[in-house]
């Protein structure tokens, strides 16, 4: 990459992301890897893996938290709403596991962490519900994304 295609690669990145996003995708489509604005691409794909990770563990929390609310939470009017986010959190969920299988790992890692995290909320909104102080069930993800508790 010359030293000017190197600066108007990385001053579009800057002006004019979905530009670039398109530029870069035509240069790998058509081999032209010695103009690619490779620091750029590093970084996107570092972004990526990072948005997957965040959102398990964001998905996971709000599930947790949601479970412990319709078992643990007398208020029969809000079941149907809670049942509804579970599903829905379960269900994206799942749709991240099975497109990246490899984050089942990460899943099993921030389970304890994003159970703390719920736990702290769901007792802040419902102090005077008799939650579990650990997770009642096993904590793999099939189990969590399948398990019933109510």
Do not use: C
């Not at 035509?26 to 691409?41: C, M, S």
């Not at 996107?44 to 709000?62: F, H, N, Q, S, W």
Request: aromatic share 10%; charged share 25%.
């Amino acid at each position: 990459m010359t030293a000017q295609s190197a600066i108007a690669q990385s001053q579009l990145y800057d002006r004019d992301l979905a530009i670039w996003y398109a530029d870069t995708i035509a240069q790998l489509k058509t081999g032209d890897l010695d103009n690619l604005d490779v620091a750029h691409l590093i970084e996107e794909i570092e972004g990526l893996a990072a948005r997957d990770r965040r959102e398990i563990k964001t998905r996971l929390k709000v599930l947790l938290a949601h479970l412990l609310k319709r078992t643990y939470v007398s208020l029969p009017d809000n079941y149907r709403g809670w049942e509804n986010t579970i599903d829905e959190q379960r269900e994206q969920l799942q749709d991240l596991l099975d497109q990246s299988p490899s984050l089942k790992t990460y899943f099993e890692d921030v389970f304890a962490e994003s159970w703390q995290r719920a736990l702290k909320q769901v007792h802040n909104d419902y102090p005077a519900a008799d939650f579990p102080a650990v997770w009642p069930l096993d904590s793999s993800p099939e189990a969590v994304l399948t398990g019933e508790l109510y």
